[in-house]
């Protein structure tokens, strides 16, 4: 951590002379690639609404973790969302209606119980207002460490089940027929999703969040000849991105998730625009 403060406090920039700015930069190389990385499953999984849902889900796990009195609640959205992602995954393998259907099923309990518990007795939903927008400016070096820890978690899976997760998401019953156990695959993949949205949405803003699992990978399918250069293009487009709101949100003093998420619809705008040129 000392060789990164060394290392950008050299840089000839206004900004990395903060301490604030060198974490939330680092945190941006962290998250973007990993969200990139997310993004070409969620698209292609056709679950683009369920990190939102998962978001609900975080919310009520702060609240409940506020309630209990807990120092860092955290810890409570991650378990009460990891819950959530394995009840998801069972529901959905096990009932005929479509995804979305499901995902609004539980991402409207999700929210409505959050609510319940955080106006309970009176109390003001106001001091979860910042869970909203996000605030990456207050990252800390341990949250970042953490973030690179499930960076590293999230590319050993791929490594490993890579084959296994897209069978299983664009055909289960030949994945089952195959001896996958699809529904492990799914749930799996369900908990990345949801300890990754749970530890970054108090940066990137639970507005927003879902925007930074739908767009690279939807840009990055726009040019993408192969599952090779889909992943490449969403994880760039995510990087480069990421980098350029940060940026912008510091010069401009705006809320770093919507920079981020605006420069992801150019993005994806100027990738549509190329796959039509080509077609």
Known sequence: MQFWNELLSGLPFEWAAYDFMRWA???????????????TMVVESRMSFFSDALGHSAFTG????????????????????????????????????ASDTVIGVFSSTAVALGIFIATLGGGSFTKFNALLIGDILSVEPG?????????????????????????????P?????????????????????????TVSMTWVGLLVINSLLVLPGAAGRNLAK???????FSIL???V???????????????????????????????????????
């Open 143 to 171: 949250k970042v460490a953490l973030l690179f820890a499930i960076l590293v978690v999230v590319v050993g899976l791929w490594v490993c089940s890579f084959n296994h997760l897209m069978l299983s998401s664009v055909h």
């Open 62 to 97: 702060i609240a409940i973790g506020t309630l209990l009195g807990l120092m860092d609640p955290m810890w409570c959205a991650v378990a009460f969302a990891v819950v959530f992602a394995v009840l998801f995954t069972y529901v959905r393998r096990h009932t005929n209606m």
């Open 173 to 197: 019953a030949l994945a089952d027929s195959r001896g996958i156990r699809v529904f492990w695959q799914e749930a799996i993949f369900c908990s990345a999703i949801a300890v990754v949205v």
């Open 237 to 239: 487009g995510a990087l």
């Open 226 to 232: 192969n599952m090779r250069q889909y992943h490449a």
């Open 25 to 39: 930069f680092l945190a941006i190389l962290v998250i973007s690639p990993l969200f990139g990385l997310l993004s």
């Open 241 to 279: 991105c990421g980098v350029a709101g940060l940026m912008t949100s510091y010069y401009v003093g705006s809320s770093t998730g919507a920079c981020i998420t605006l420069y992801l619809a150019l993005w994806f705008a100027l990738t549509f625009l190329l796959r039509k040129g080509r077609q």
